[in-house]
């Protein structure tokens, strides 16, 4: 599987969007991008993922450029129940049995007030 | 429907004491995983199922033994605690989809080893 590239830490004003980057420059084609995030002390939980298309959920939207190579997360109106570390991670569509995601250091976001 | 469920919640042992920690999960799915992590660190997996009656080693799976007790129901052991497994251990399943294969997790355990 592929690795990524996130910055260590953001900051988002409450209500407006947060916008959380990741470089994945060595994608492969049948490669999903996933996006979780884990609230202090809590399990990770899945927020969105994509093949090429952009997605949106009732969580969040993905934008996924041309080339693969990189994408965004948006959070359209973050609250403080958002600040969570944000972990971006790239994963084969035919993994078979190589189940092992790669799980960087994400991105600490902090929403403040 | 409760998802993914873990038990106990914390455990404090003392070195060369032995524990298993359970985890269940209600959503039928045929994968499951451990994974631990440590302060300021992503998650690394230990054992994973891929499925009931079968289970790989993962990253850091050296003091650890797993079961698939049936397709609920995966459970972690530990031999004889060390405190380099002081940690908090995370279970999640997944179910392979045309669309992917996203892992739903449990809350946790905290262990800590003396």
């Known amino acids: 599987d592929a690795k990524t590239t996130q910055p260590p830490s953001m900051d988002c004003a409450e209500g407006r969007a947060a916008n959380l980057p990741c470089n994945h420059s060595?994608?492969?084609?049948?490669?999903?991008v996933y996006w979780y995030r884990q609230i202090h002390s809590q399990g990770p939980q899945y927020i969105i993922h994509?093949?090429?298309?952009?997605e949106t959920n009732e969580m969040a939207s993905l934008i996924i450029t041309e080339d693969r190579k990189s994408s965004t997360l948006i959070l359209p109106h973050a609250t403080l129940r958002d600040t969570a570390v944000y972990y971006c991670i790239v994963r084969s569509r035919n993994a078979g049995n190589n189940r092992k995601l790669i799980w960087g250091l994400g991105t600490s976001l902090a929403v403040n007030p | 429907n409760a998802g993914v469920t873990q038990t106990p919640k914390f455990q404090v042992l003392k070195t060369g004491q032995s524990m298993t920690l359970q985890c269940a999960q209600d959503m039928n799915h045929n994968s499951m995983y451990w994974y631990r992590q440590d302060p300021g660190m992503g998650l690394r997996l230990i054992y994973y199922?891929?499925?009931?009656?079968?289970?790989d080693k993962g990253e850091v799976p050296n003091g650890y033994n797993v079961s698939r007790l049936n397709k609920r129901e995966f459970s972690l052991r530990l031999e004889s605690a060390a405190p380099s497994q002081t940690s908090v251990y995370f279970c999640a399943s997944s179910d392979s989809t045309s669309s992917g294969d996203t892992q739903y997790f449990g809350p946790g355990t905290r262990l800590t080893v003396l």
């Open positions: 199922s891929a499925s009931e009656g079968t289970t």
């Open positions: 060595t994608i492969s084609g049948n490669e999903y």
């Open positions: 994509g093949l090429k298309n952009n």
